[in-house]
């Protein structure tokens, strides 16, 4: 297991340098902060001063060299905007994003369990039919359309929810479905299909003639060896809330790292910007390599084939 472990994090080592250069070259085509951070009357010579005193004037190159030796002593700089350093903004702002993609991925998995698993049970029944169809719209509907239509109806026509914030768990209500609805039908769909294969094998053929309840057979034995695929889509699922949840913690103004990305980008703030595009190619690889112990723990033959 070590050694499938030690595998899979050298395989993750050039695509995370890949992404450090990427984010670096990105942010300076943004333009240059001096024209932003100093009075649109600034002299040539104060914009000169801003630059060699935040290390602009110096050669793409040797800037690149600079800010990869840097990283590597976890140091990323200070903000432009308040002078604080960059991973300390980033760290702060992380448990938000990381709260609302957790929240978002429990009630997804636990609803699609259940639908999934009542929908398996009579395939082409009733139940089967609209379960499908419904996990089939939502699984199409864009996040940032829902969230608009989210903020319309139930903040600004109705007055329930607040439209912004994370103070109380009514801010939680609007970004949480907002994110919920997309990983719920994909997921409702694949435990669906795993489920009906699960039930059709010889092992729940037997469980059944030996007596056993069907609530028994399709939740104690079925979803048991239906997990290997959930697992891999629900991890895949996870990913994507973490980079999806730029849009939607804009919208809402949740306080997490996409809104701090969103706010970095518009203020040129290339410290701060780099730190969370690092922080968060970090965590989607952890949680790449944790995906795949757990489906090498249910499926012994993963350990075996190398992932380079």
Same mark, same amino acid.
């Given at each position: 297991?070590?050694r499938f472990?030690?595998?899979?994090?050298?395989?993750?080592?050039?695509?995370?340098?890949v992404?450090?250069?990427?984010?670096?070259c990105?942010?300076?085509?943004?333009?240059n902060?001096?024209?932003?951070?100093?009075?649109?009357n600034a002299?040539?010579?104060?914009?000169?001063?801003?630059?060699?005193?935040?290390?602009?004037d110096e050669?793409?190159?040797v800037?690149?060299?600079?800010?990869i030796?840097n990283i590597?002593?976890?140091d990323?700089g200070t903000s432009?905007?308040?002078?604080?350093?960059?991973?300390?903004?980033?760290?702060?702002a992380?448990? &938000?994003?990381?709260?609302?993609? %957790?929240?978002?991925?429990v009630? =997804? *998995?636990?609803? +699609?369990?259940?639908?999934g698993g009542? !929908?398996?049970?009579?395939p082409?029944?009733?139940?089967d039919?609209?379960?499908?169809?419904l996990?089939?719209i939502?699984?199409?509907?864009?996040?940032?359309w829902?969230?608009?239509?989210?903020?319309l109806?139930?903040s600004?026509?109705?007055g329930w929810l607040?439209?912004?914030g994370?103070?109380?768990?009514?801010?939680w209500v609007?970004?949480?479905?907002?994110?919920?609805?997309?990983?719920?039908?994909?997921?409702?769909q694949?435990?669906?299909?795993?489920?009906?294969?699960?039930?059709?094998?010889?092992?729940v053929?037997?469980?059944?003639?030996?007596?056993?309840?069907?609530?028994?057979?399709?939740?104690?034995? &079925?979803?048991?060896?239906?997990a %290997?695929?959930?697992?891999?889509v =629900? *991890?895949?699922? +996870?990913?994507?809330l973490?980079?999806? !949840?730029?849009?939607?913690?804009t919208i809402?103004?949740w306080?997490?790292?996409g809104?701090?990305m969103?706010d970095?980008?518009?203020?040129?703030?290339?410290a701060?910007?780099q730190?969370?595009?690092?922080?968060?190619?970090v965590?989607?690889?952890?949680?790449?390599?944790?995906?795949?112990?757990?489906?090498?723990?249910?499926?012994?033959r993963?350990?075996?084939?190398?992932?380079?």
């Open positions: 297991m070590l472990v030690r595998r899979r994090v050298l395989a993750s080592l050039l695509p995370l340098i992404v450090a250069i990427g984010v670096f990105l942010a300076r085509l943004t333009g902060p001096a024209r932003l951070y100093l009075p649109i002299t040539e010579q104060m914009r000169a001063d801003f630059s060699a005193r935040n290390g602009f050669p793409v190159l800037q690149l060299f600079n800010y030796a590597l002593h976890l990323f432009l905007r308040t002078g604080e350093p960059a991973l300390h903004m980033v760290l702060r992380f448990p &938000a994003t990381l709260q609302l993609a %957790a929240t978002t991925m009630i =997804a *998995g636990v609803v +699609a369990l259940g639908l009542v !929908a398996a049970m009579k082409g029944g009733m139940v039919r609209f379960v499908s169809t996990s089939m939502t699984a199409s509907i864009p996040d940032f829902l969230a608009i239509v989210g903020i109806v139930f600004a026509t109705l607040p439209t912004s994370s103070s109380s768990a009514a801010h609007l970004p949480v479905l907002t994110l919920v609805i997309r990983p719920l039908g994909v997921l409702v694949i435990v669906r299909g795993a489920m009906i294969e699960a039930l059709a094998s010889p092992y053929k037997f469980a059944r003639s030996k007596g056993a309840s069907e609530s028994r057979v399709v939740f104690g034995h &079925a979803l048991r060896n239906a %290997a695929p959930v697992l891999t =629900a *991890g895949d699922l +996870a990913v994507n973490i980079n999806g !949840a730029v849009v939607v913690e809402f103004g306080p997490g790292i809104r701090l969103i970095s980008i518009l203020q040129r703030d290339f701060v910007l730190a969370a595009v690092l922080l968060i190619a965590s989607i690889f952890a949680l790449n390599i944790v995906i795949d112990l757990l489906y090498a723990l249910l499926d012994p993963v350990r075996t084939v190398a992932p380079v």
